[in-house]
Protein backbone atom coordinates (compact mmCIF):
# COMPACT_ATOMS: atom_id res chain seq x y z
CA UNK A 1 0.00 0.00 0.00
CA UNK A 2 2.72 2.28 0.96
CA UNK A 3 4.94 1.82 -2.54
CA UNK A 4 1.38 1.92 -4.26
CA UNK A 5 0.60 5.67 -3.06
CA UNK A 6 4.04 6.73 -3.57
CA UNK A 7 3.97 5.77 -6.77
CA UNK A 8 0.55 7.08 -7.33
CA UNK A 9 1.44 10.69 -5.91
CA UNK A 10 5.08 11.01 -7.21
CA UNK A 11 4.65 9.52 -11.10
CA UNK A 12 2.55 12.06 -11.65
CA UNK A 13 4.16 14.93 -10.25
CA UNK A 14 7.82 13.69 -11.93
CA UNK A 15 5.51 13.66 -15.42
CA UNK A 16 4.04 17.51 -14.55
CA UNK A 17 8.23 18.54 -14.16
CA UNK A 18 9.34 16.84 -16.93
CA UNK A 19 6.24 18.69 -19.16
CA UNK A 20 7.41 22.10 -17.21
CA UNK A 21 10.75 21.44 -18.35
CA UNK A 22 10.10 20.38 -22.03
CA UNK A 23 7.99 23.71 -22.63
CA UNK A 24 11.16 25.87 -20.98
CA UNK A 25 13.30 23.96 -23.35
CA UNK A 26 10.35 25.64 -26.42
CA UNK A 27 10.33 29.09 -25.33
CA UNK A 28 13.94 28.98 -24.49
CA UNK A 29 14.68 28.98 -28.03
CA UNK A 30 13.27 32.55 -28.78
CA UNK A 31 16.64 34.16 -28.58
CA UNK A 32 18.52 32.29 -30.31
CA UNK A 33 16.38 32.15 -33.21
CA UNK A 34 16.47 35.96 -33.13
CA UNK A 35 19.82 36.12 -33.11
CA UNK A 36 20.33 34.00 -36.25
CA UNK A 37 17.67 36.53 -37.98
CA UNK A 38 19.23 39.79 -36.78
CA UNK A 39 22.43 37.98 -38.48
CA UNK A 40 20.83 37.36 -41.39
CA UNK A 41 19.30 40.97 -42.05
CA UNK A 42 22.87 42.73 -41.64
CA UNK A 43 24.81 40.13 -44.03
CA UNK A 44 23.20 42.19 -47.24
CA UNK A 45 24.12 45.44 -45.43
CA UNK A 46 27.59 44.12 -44.60
CA UNK A 47 27.63 43.07 -48.31
CA UNK A 48 26.39 46.71 -49.86
CA UNK A 49 29.04 48.75 -47.81
CA UNK A 50 32.04 46.87 -50.06
CA UNK A 51 33.26 49.10 -52.59
CA UNK A 52 35.73 48.32 -55.24
CA UNK A 53 39.15 50.55 -55.56
CA UNK A 54 41.14 50.87 -58.43
CA UNK A 55 41.20 49.53 -61.96
CA UNK A 56 39.91 46.25 -63.29
CA UNK A 57 40.31 43.79 -61.73
CA UNK A 58 39.90 45.44 -58.24
CA UNK A 59 42.61 44.98 -55.47
CA UNK A 60 41.53 45.20 -51.67
CA UNK A 61 38.37 46.72 -52.07
CA UNK A 62 37.30 49.62 -49.36
CA UNK A 63 34.40 49.29 -46.46
CA UNK A 64 31.78 52.39 -46.31
CA UNK A 65 30.02 50.28 -43.12
CA UNK A 66 26.60 50.49 -42.83
CA UNK A 67 25.26 52.39 -39.90
CA UNK A 68 23.29 49.35 -38.88
CA UNK A 69 26.54 47.47 -39.34
CA UNK A 70 28.62 49.78 -37.49
CA UNK A 71 26.29 49.90 -34.54
CA UNK A 72 26.10 46.01 -34.34
CA UNK A 73 30.16 46.04 -34.05
CA UNK A 74 29.87 48.93 -31.55
CA UNK A 75 27.57 47.68 -29.60
CA UNK A 76 28.94 44.23 -29.27
CA UNK A 77 32.49 45.73 -29.11
CA UNK A 78 34.90 42.12 -28.46
CA UNK A 79 32.17 40.43 -28.89
CA UNK A 80 31.75 40.30 -32.83
CA UNK A 81 33.73 40.58 -35.65
CA UNK A 82 33.25 40.32 -39.50
CA UNK A 83 35.67 39.24 -42.60
CA UNK A 84 35.74 39.77 -46.22
CA UNK A 85 37.15 36.68 -48.14
CA UNK A 86 37.74 36.49 -51.95
CA UNK A 87 36.85 33.54 -53.93
CA UNK A 88 40.22 31.53 -52.03
CA UNK A 89 39.27 31.79 -48.88
CA UNK A 90 41.56 34.53 -47.99
CA UNK A 91 40.42 37.22 -45.91
CA UNK A 92 40.92 40.52 -47.39
CA UNK A 93 39.31 42.83 -44.53
CA UNK A 94 37.98 42.44 -40.91
CA UNK A 95 39.51 39.48 -38.42
CA UNK A 96 41.87 36.97 -39.77
CA UNK A 97 40.58 34.26 -37.70
CA UNK A 98 37.23 34.52 -39.79
CA UNK A 99 38.98 33.02 -42.97
CA UNK A 100 37.31 30.02 -44.44
CA UNK A 101 36.21 28.40 -47.32
CA UNK A 102 33.44 30.37 -49.47
CA UNK A 103 29.85 28.66 -49.30
CA UNK A 104 29.22 26.41 -52.61
CA UNK A 105 26.02 28.45 -53.08
CA UNK A 106 25.00 31.76 -53.00
CA UNK A 107 22.45 30.63 -50.00
CA UNK A 108 23.31 31.93 -46.22
CA UNK A 109 25.26 29.16 -44.07
CA UNK A 110 25.37 29.32 -39.85
CA UNK A 111 27.86 27.94 -38.31
CA UNK A 112 29.44 27.85 -34.46
CA UNK A 113 32.91 28.16 -33.80
CA UNK A 114 34.97 28.76 -30.54
CA UNK A 115 37.94 31.47 -30.49
CA UNK A 116 39.41 32.68 -27.28
CA UNK A 117 37.31 31.03 -25.30
CA UNK A 118 34.23 32.68 -26.74
CA UNK A 119 31.52 30.64 -28.92
CA UNK A 120 30.76 32.59 -31.66
CA UNK A 121 27.82 32.59 -33.96
CA UNK A 122 28.69 32.73 -37.68
CA UNK A 123 26.74 33.41 -41.04
CA UNK A 124 28.32 33.06 -44.12
CA UNK A 125 27.27 34.27 -47.52
CA UNK A 126 28.58 34.61 -50.96
CA UNK A 127 28.32 37.73 -52.85
CA UNK A 128 28.45 39.53 -56.21
CA UNK A 129 28.78 43.02 -55.82
CA UNK A 130 31.34 46.22 -57.64
CA UNK A 131 34.37 44.70 -56.18
CA UNK A 132 33.53 41.07 -57.66
CA UNK A 133 32.74 38.15 -56.06
CA UNK A 134 33.49 37.99 -52.36
CA UNK A 135 32.24 36.15 -49.21
CA UNK A 136 31.35 37.97 -46.24
CA UNK A 137 31.08 37.02 -42.98
CA UNK A 138 29.49 38.42 -39.48
CA UNK A 139 29.81 37.02 -36.33
CA UNK A 140 28.13 37.29 -32.66
CA UNK A 141 29.75 36.55 -29.62
CA UNK A 142 27.13 36.69 -27.38
CA UNK A 143 27.09 33.29 -26.69
CA UNK A 144 22.96 33.08 -26.98
CA UNK A 145 23.07 29.05 -26.90
CA UNK A 146 25.68 29.03 -23.83
CA UNK A 147 23.42 31.31 -21.62
CA UNK A 148 20.02 29.55 -23.22
CA UNK A 149 21.75 26.05 -21.66
CA UNK A 150 23.22 27.89 -18.97
CA UNK A 151 19.97 29.58 -17.85
CA UNK A 152 17.89 25.91 -18.58
CA UNK A 153 19.76 24.35 -16.54
CA UNK A 154 20.02 26.60 -13.25
CA UNK A 155 16.61 28.29 -14.05
CA UNK A 156 14.39 25.12 -15.48
CA UNK A 157 15.83 21.99 -14.77
CA UNK A 158 17.81 22.08 -11.56
CA UNK A 159 14.50 23.58 -9.99
CA UNK A 160 12.42 21.12 -10.73
CA UNK A 161 15.06 18.48 -10.07
CA UNK A 162 15.52 20.01 -6.16
CA UNK A 163 11.31 20.18 -6.32
CA UNK A 164 10.89 16.96 -7.31
CA UNK A 165 13.17 15.43 -4.54
CA UNK A 166 11.81 17.90 -2.37
CA UNK A 167 8.47 16.59 -3.26
CA UNK A 168 9.70 12.42 -3.05
CA UNK A 169 10.64 12.93 0.92
CA UNK A 170 7.93 15.19 1.53
CA UNK A 171 5.25 12.69 0.22
CA UNK A 172 7.67 9.55 1.80
CA UNK A 173 7.74 10.93 5.35
CA UNK A 174 3.81 11.83 5.09
CA UNK A 175 3.05 8.44 3.44
CA UNK A 176 4.73 6.59 6.51
CA UNK A 177 3.71 8.60 8.54
CA UNK A 178 -0.02 8.27 7.74
CA UNK A 179 0.43 4.46 7.28
CA UNK A 180 2.17 4.53 10.68
CA UNK A 181 -0.42 3.27 12.77
CA UNK A 182 -0.86 0.40 9.97
CA UNK A 183 2.64 -0.49 9.99
CA UNK A 184 2.32 -1.07 13.70
CA UNK A 185 -0.33 -3.26 13.04
CA UNK A 186 1.51 -5.19 11.05
CA UNK A 187 4.31 -5.34 13.13
CA UNK A 188 2.12 -6.69 15.71
CA UNK A 189 1.03 -9.57 14.21
CA UNK A 190 3.92 -10.40 12.59
CA UNK A 191 5.60 -10.56 15.64
CA UNK A 192 3.12 -12.70 17.86
CA UNK A 193 3.72 -16.47 18.68
CA UNK A 194 1.48 -18.91 16.46
CA UNK A 195 -0.10 -19.48 19.40
CA UNK A 196 -0.43 -15.90 21.23
CA UNK A 197 -4.13 -15.22 20.16
CA UNK A 198 -4.79 -11.98 22.62
CA UNK A 199 -7.40 -9.63 20.63
CA UNK A 200 -5.46 -6.61 19.37
CA UNK A 201 -5.84 -2.96 19.85
CA UNK A 202 -9.04 -1.90 18.05
CA UNK A 203 -8.84 1.30 19.21
CA UNK A 204 -5.65 2.27 18.70
CA UNK A 205 -6.15 1.36 14.63
CA UNK A 206 -7.34 3.55 12.28
CA UNK A 207 -11.04 3.79 11.19
CA UNK A 208 -9.98 2.12 7.92
CA UNK A 209 -8.60 -1.11 9.21
CA UNK A 210 -10.70 -1.19 12.28
CA UNK A 211 -13.41 -3.79 10.66
CA UNK A 212 -10.77 -5.72 9.97
CA UNK A 213 -8.77 -5.58 13.50
CA UNK A 214 -12.23 -6.05 14.76
CA UNK A 215 -12.79 -9.61 12.11
CA UNK A 216 -9.60 -10.81 13.47
CA UNK A 217 -10.25 -10.40 16.93
CA UNK A 218 -13.48 -12.66 16.57
CA UNK A 219 -11.70 -14.90 14.98
CA UNK A 220 -9.14 -14.79 17.73
CA UNK A 221 -11.69 -15.93 20.05
CA UNK A 222 -12.95 -18.48 18.40
CA UNK A 223 -9.85 -20.50 17.58
CA UNK A 224 -8.60 -19.44 21.70
CA UNK A 225 -11.88 -20.96 22.96
CA UNK A 226 -11.78 -23.76 20.92
CA UNK A 227 -8.10 -24.69 22.05
CA UNK A 228 -8.88 -24.05 25.39
CA UNK A 229 -11.75 -26.25 25.31
CA UNK A 230 -9.27 -29.22 23.97
CA UNK A 231 -6.68 -28.46 26.51
CA UNK A 232 -8.83 -28.07 28.87
CA UNK A 233 -10.83 -31.74 28.16
CA UNK A 234 -7.18 -33.68 28.17
CA UNK A 235 -6.15 -32.32 31.50
CA UNK A 236 -9.20 -33.03 33.21
CA UNK A 237 -9.66 -36.25 31.66
CA UNK A 238 -6.11 -36.87 32.63
CA UNK A 239 -6.50 -35.31 36.10
CA UNK A 240 -9.81 -37.00 36.71
CA UNK A 241 -8.73 -40.63 35.61
CA UNK A 242 -5.52 -40.66 37.97
CA UNK A 243 -6.83 -40.95 41.03
CA UNK A 244 -9.24 -44.11 40.54
CA UNK A 245 -6.84 -45.70 38.63
CA UNK A 246 -4.33 -45.46 41.08
CA UNK A 247 -7.02 -46.48 44.07
CA UNK A 248 -7.54 -49.75 41.36
CA UNK A 249 -4.13 -50.40 40.75
CA UNK A 250 -3.22 -50.57 44.34
CA UNK A 251 -5.69 -52.98 44.96
CA UNK A 252 -5.09 -54.86 42.34
CA UNK A 253 -1.51 -54.67 43.56
CA UNK A 254 -2.48 -56.24 46.94
CA UNK A 255 -4.32 -59.34 45.40
CA UNK A 256 -1.82 -60.28 43.41
CA UNK A 257 0.76 -60.00 46.67
CA UNK A 258 2.55 -63.47 46.80
CA UNK A 259 0.62 -64.76 49.86
CA UNK A 260 -0.64 -67.85 51.07
CA UNK A 261 -4.09 -66.27 51.99
CA UNK A 262 -4.42 -64.81 48.49
CA UNK A 263 -3.03 -67.32 45.99
CA UNK A 264 -6.25 -68.84 44.66
CA UNK A 265 -6.32 -64.98 43.71
CA UNK A 266 -3.71 -65.27 41.58
CA UNK A 267 -5.05 -65.93 37.87
CA UNK A 268 -4.40 -64.78 34.80
CA UNK A 269 -7.34 -63.10 34.83
CA UNK A 270 -6.16 -60.66 37.92
CA UNK A 271 -2.90 -60.58 36.10
CA UNK A 272 -4.77 -59.27 32.85
CA UNK A 273 -6.78 -56.47 35.04
CA UNK A 274 -3.17 -55.55 36.71
CA UNK A 275 -1.71 -54.92 33.23
CA UNK A 276 -5.23 -52.79 32.03
CA UNK A 277 -4.94 -50.85 35.32
CA UNK A 278 -0.91 -50.24 34.63
CA UNK A 279 -1.42 -49.55 31.11
CA UNK A 280 -4.82 -46.76 31.75
CA UNK A 281 -2.42 -45.07 34.37
CA UNK A 282 0.48 -45.02 32.49
CA UNK A 283 -2.06 -43.62 29.67
CA UNK A 284 -3.66 -40.98 31.87
CA UNK A 285 0.05 -39.85 32.66
CA UNK A 286 1.06 -39.09 29.04
CA UNK A 287 -1.63 -37.44 28.69
CA UNK A 288 -1.49 -34.95 31.33
CA UNK A 289 2.41 -34.53 30.57
CA UNK A 290 1.15 -33.88 26.45
CA UNK A 291 -1.62 -31.85 27.82
CA UNK A 292 1.13 -29.59 30.09
CA UNK A 293 3.23 -29.47 27.07
CA UNK A 294 1.24 -28.11 24.65
CA UNK A 295 -0.44 -25.75 26.80
CA UNK A 296 3.00 -24.51 27.86
CA UNK A 297 3.91 -22.77 24.55
CA UNK A 298 0.84 -20.49 25.55
CA UNK A 299 2.94 -19.06 28.35
CA UNK A 300 4.59 -15.63 28.69
CA UNK A 301 7.38 -16.26 31.09
CA UNK A 302 10.63 -16.89 29.53
CA UNK A 303 13.13 -19.31 29.78
CA UNK A 304 15.25 -20.13 32.20
CA UNK A 305 18.69 -21.95 32.01
CA UNK A 306 18.76 -25.52 32.75
CA UNK A 307 21.77 -28.01 33.63
CA UNK A 308 21.76 -30.93 31.74
CA UNK A 309 24.39 -32.94 33.49
CA UNK A 310 22.37 -32.74 36.62
CA UNK A 311 19.15 -33.56 34.96
CA UNK A 312 20.32 -36.87 32.64
CA UNK A 313 22.04 -38.02 35.93
CA UNK A 314 18.47 -38.37 37.90
CA UNK A 315 17.00 -39.46 35.00
CA UNK A 316 19.62 -42.36 35.19
CA UNK A 317 18.58 -43.27 38.48
CA UNK A 318 15.35 -43.44 37.77
CA UNK A 319 15.45 -45.65 35.40
CA UNK A 320 18.43 -47.84 36.28
CA UNK A 321 15.92 -50.62 38.27
CA UNK A 322 13.92 -51.30 35.08
CA UNK A 323 17.23 -51.72 33.06
CA UNK A 324 19.05 -54.03 35.80
CA UNK A 325 15.33 -56.33 35.49
CA UNK A 326 16.07 -56.60 31.84
CA UNK A 327 19.70 -56.90 32.00
CA UNK A 328 20.48 -53.51 29.92
CA UNK A 329 23.35 -51.80 30.31
CA UNK A 330 22.43 -47.88 31.46
CA UNK A 331 25.19 -45.44 31.03
CA UNK A 332 25.70 -41.60 30.88
CA UNK A 333 28.35 -39.37 28.99
CA UNK A 334 27.43 -36.05 30.40
CA UNK A 335 29.42 -32.92 30.16
CA UNK A 336 28.61 -29.91 31.85
CA UNK A 337 26.52 -27.53 29.65
CA UNK A 338 23.27 -25.24 29.81
CA UNK A 339 20.85 -24.42 28.02
CA UNK A 340 17.90 -21.92 27.63
CA UNK A 341 14.47 -23.94 28.41
CA UNK A 342 12.19 -25.74 30.67
CA UNK A 343 13.76 -28.31 33.39
CA UNK A 344 10.64 -30.25 33.70
CA UNK A 345 9.62 -30.29 30.10
CA UNK A 346 13.29 -31.36 29.17
CA UNK A 347 13.55 -33.96 31.81
CA UNK A 348 9.82 -34.93 30.84
CA UNK A 349 11.65 -35.83 26.91
CA UNK A 350 14.12 -37.51 28.52
CA UNK A 351 12.17 -39.65 30.51
CA UNK A 352 10.29 -40.82 28.08
CA UNK A 353 13.25 -41.24 25.41
CA UNK A 354 14.93 -44.03 27.95
CA UNK A 355 11.73 -45.01 29.09
CA UNK A 356 11.36 -46.17 25.26
CA UNK A 357 14.67 -47.32 25.28
CA UNK A 358 14.72 -49.47 28.61
CA UNK A 359 10.99 -51.12 27.17
CA UNK A 360 11.70 -51.92 23.60
CA UNK A 361 15.20 -53.23 23.72
CA UNK A 362 16.08 -56.69 24.17
CA UNK A 363 17.67 -58.27 27.27
CA UNK A 364 21.24 -57.50 27.35
CA UNK A 365 21.27 -54.36 25.29
CA UNK A 366 23.13 -51.07 25.83
CA UNK A 367 21.25 -47.94 26.03
CA UNK A 368 23.11 -44.57 26.50
CA UNK A 369 21.77 -41.51 27.84
CA UNK A 370 24.46 -38.65 26.64
CA UNK A 371 24.38 -34.62 27.02
CA UNK A 372 27.16 -31.73 26.15
CA UNK A 373 27.79 -29.54 23.14
CA UNK A 374 29.15 -30.09 19.39
CA UNK A 375 29.52 -28.52 15.71
CA UNK A 376 26.71 -27.84 14.49
CA UNK A 377 26.72 -28.95 10.47
CA UNK A 378 27.02 -25.71 8.18
CA UNK A 379 27.74 -23.99 11.34
CA UNK A 380 30.58 -22.74 13.00
CA UNK A 381 29.24 -22.29 16.73
CA UNK A 382 28.65 -25.01 19.08
CA UNK A 383 25.14 -26.09 19.81
CA UNK A 384 23.77 -28.10 22.67
CA UNK A 385 22.53 -31.87 23.22
CA UNK A 386 20.59 -34.50 24.70
CA UNK A 387 20.45 -37.87 23.35
CA UNK A 388 19.33 -41.39 23.68
CA UNK A 389 20.99 -44.18 22.04
CA UNK A 390 20.42 -48.12 21.95
CA UNK A 391 21.67 -51.00 19.70
CA UNK A 392 18.18 -52.82 19.62
CA UNK A 393 16.64 -53.60 16.19
CA UNK A 394 16.21 -50.30 15.23
CA UNK A 395 13.33 -48.64 13.34
CA UNK A 396 13.12 -49.19 9.34
CA UNK A 397 13.62 -45.68 7.87
CA UNK A 398 10.19 -45.48 6.22
CA UNK A 399 8.63 -45.24 9.75
CA UNK A 400 10.98 -42.78 11.36
CA UNK A 401 8.60 -39.50 10.71
CA UNK A 402 5.46 -41.94 11.65
CA UNK A 403 7.02 -42.46 15.21
CA UNK A 404 6.28 -39.12 16.33
CA UNK A 405 2.51 -39.43 15.45
CA UNK A 406 0.38 -39.91 18.32
CA UNK A 407 -0.90 -42.96 19.68
CA UNK A 408 1.42 -44.57 16.68
CA UNK A 409 2.99 -47.65 17.23
CA UNK A 410 4.83 -50.06 14.95
CA UNK A 411 3.22 -52.83 13.76
CA UNK A 412 4.82 -55.86 15.79
CA UNK A 413 6.27 -53.80 18.53
CA UNK A 414 6.22 -55.92 21.73
CA UNK A 415 5.39 -54.91 25.15
CA UNK A 416 2.67 -51.92 26.33
CA UNK A 417 2.35 -48.69 24.91
CA UNK A 418 -0.06 -45.72 23.87
CA UNK A 419 2.38 -44.59 21.18
CA UNK A 420 2.51 -41.41 23.51
CA UNK A 421 6.38 -41.34 24.18
CA UNK A 422 8.19 -40.15 21.56
CA UNK A 423 5.11 -37.49 20.38
CA UNK A 424 5.34 -35.85 23.97
CA UNK A 425 8.94 -35.68 23.22
CA UNK A 426 8.47 -34.13 20.01
CA UNK A 427 5.92 -31.27 21.39
CA UNK A 428 8.55 -30.69 23.76
CA UNK A 429 11.24 -29.97 21.33
CA UNK A 430 8.75 -27.67 19.76
CA UNK A 431 8.43 -25.56 22.63
CA UNK A 432 12.79 -25.37 23.06
CA UNK A 433 12.28 -23.90 19.43
CA UNK A 434 14.23 -27.27 18.06
CA UNK A 435 13.20 -30.43 16.66
CA UNK A 436 13.67 -33.88 17.62
CA UNK A 437 16.02 -35.96 15.34
CA UNK A 438 15.55 -39.94 14.63
CA UNK A 439 18.32 -41.78 13.10
CA UNK A 440 19.83 -45.01 13.26
CA UNK A 441 22.56 -45.76 16.19
CA UNK A 442 26.50 -46.21 15.85
CA UNK A 443 27.31 -48.83 13.17
CA UNK A 444 23.80 -48.47 11.86
CA UNK A 445 22.08 -50.59 14.48
CA UNK A 446 19.72 -49.66 16.96
CA UNK A 447 17.65 -46.21 17.55
CA UNK A 448 19.50 -42.73 18.45
CA UNK A 449 17.01 -39.83 19.46
CA UNK A 450 18.92 -36.19 19.11
CA UNK A 451 17.66 -32.89 20.45
CA UNK A 452 19.80 -29.52 19.65
CA UNK A 453 19.50 -26.76 22.11
CA UNK A 454 20.80 -23.26 22.12
CA UNK A 455 23.40 -23.28 24.96
CA UNK A 456 23.69 -20.05 27.12
CA UNK A 457 26.47 -17.50 25.49
CA UNK A 458 28.56 -16.73 28.94
Known amino acids: MQQRLLLLLLVPLLILAALNTWFDYQLADTPAIQQDRQLLTLVPQLADSIKAQGAWPPQIPRLHMAPEVADFLAVRKGRSAYAVLNSDGKVLLGEPWLGDYPPDTYEPEFSSEEYKGVVYRIVSQRVIGSAGELTVRLADGASVRTQWLRRLWFKVILPNLVLAAGAAFAVHWAVRRALRPLLALKDAVEGRSPRDLSPLDAAGSPDEVRPLVLSLNRLFDLVNAQAESQRRFVADAAHQLRTPLAGLQAQVEAWALPETDTITLRSDQIRKLRDATRRTSQLATQLLALSRADARTSLTEPAQAVDLKPLCEQVLEEFLDAAAVKQIDLGLEA ?49 AFVEVEDD ?67
Open 392 to 458: GPGVPPEERARMLERFYRLPGTPGEGNGLGLAIADEISRVHHSQLQIGAGAGGRGLRCTLLLEPVRE
Open 335 to 383: QDVRVNGYAWLLRELLANLVDNAVRYTPKGSHVTLRCGLRKAVGSPAAQ
